[in-house]
């Protein structure tokens, strides 16, 4: 079945250390991927997003991403956290395909805290 | 920077009841979308909206959901007869036609039916 999926329900890391958010897709054909963050009582903001072409995108916050087509994901990194980091984030996708209207298919999301 | 705004932030109502969730897209932007995310689920796609039609939706956007961009400025959603799992953060979200797939999105409102 086509899916998203984020093996880490739940990350620590302390402030200062690196990053990487784990993101795995089933489809068929390469979809386009994204990641976004969601702060307490704020809406969801884009960090970065692949279509095509290199595969290490760079977005917002410091935040990269890596395609891996290979392995079908697209783990998101970070080389130093900041405390402000603490979030929900979630790895999206949009489908290929002759009924693509855009509609974006979450992962379950990957709540990041951070230590002192 | 410009942002999509819904309102309310929190809407509390009676099993049965209609409710109403506004949204303000961004002003130039052409398509618009409807989401929710069940306490402790993912965010799930309701419906999209393009050329003042219904583009896709999604198997849970049934007959008691419709949308509606009454007035060329605000995007609604409204539930006929709400039921106690309607209960979720509905998350409003639009896209301009450069950068195509790069939804905004705004802070949602809280649905909670009693």
């Known amino acids: 079945a086509q899916s998203v999926t984020q093996p880490d329900i739940h990350i620590t890391v302390s402030e200062g250390a690196s990053l990487e958010l784990r993101c795995n897709y089933s489809?068929?054909?390469?979809?386009?991927l994204f990641w976004y963050v969601q702060s307490p009582g704020q809406g969801l903001q884009l960090l970065l997003k692949?279509?095509?072409?290199?595969?290490l995108v760079q977005g917002i916050k410091g935040f990269e991403a890596e395609f891996k087509r290979s392995q079908s994901s697209f783990n998101l990194r970070k080389p130093s956290v900041h405390w402000s980091d603490a979030a929900e984030y979630f790895c999206?996708?949009?489908?290929?395909?002759?009924?693509?209207?855009?509609?974006?298919?979450f992962g379950q999301g990957t709540t990041l805290q951070v230590k002192p | 920077e410009p942002e999509v705004t819904q309102t309310p932030s929190h809407q509390v109502t009676q099993m049965g009841q209609e409710v109403i969730l506004r949204c303000v897209p961004i002003s130039n932007h052409l398509y618009f979308y409807w989401y929710r995310q069940i306490l402790g689920q993912k965010v799930e796609f309701l419906v999209s909206?393009?050329?003042?039609?219904?583009?896709?939706k999604s198997e849970i956007f049934d007959d008691q959901f419709s949308v509606e961009r009454p007035d060329g400025s605000n995007f609604t959603l409204k539930i006929r007869s709400t039921k106690l799992e309607d209960s979720a953060m509905y998350f409003c979200a639009s896209e301009g036609t450069s950068g195509r797939n790069e939804q905004f999105f705004g802070p949602g409102t809280r649905l909670t039916v009693l």
């Open positions: 909206f393009y050329n003042n039609e219904i583009s896709e």
């Open positions: 999206a996708v949009v489908p290929h395909g002759s009924s693509n209207t855009g509609k974006l298919i």
């Open positions: 692949y279509f095509s072409g290199d595969t």
């Open positions: 489809y068929g054909a390469t979809p386009y």
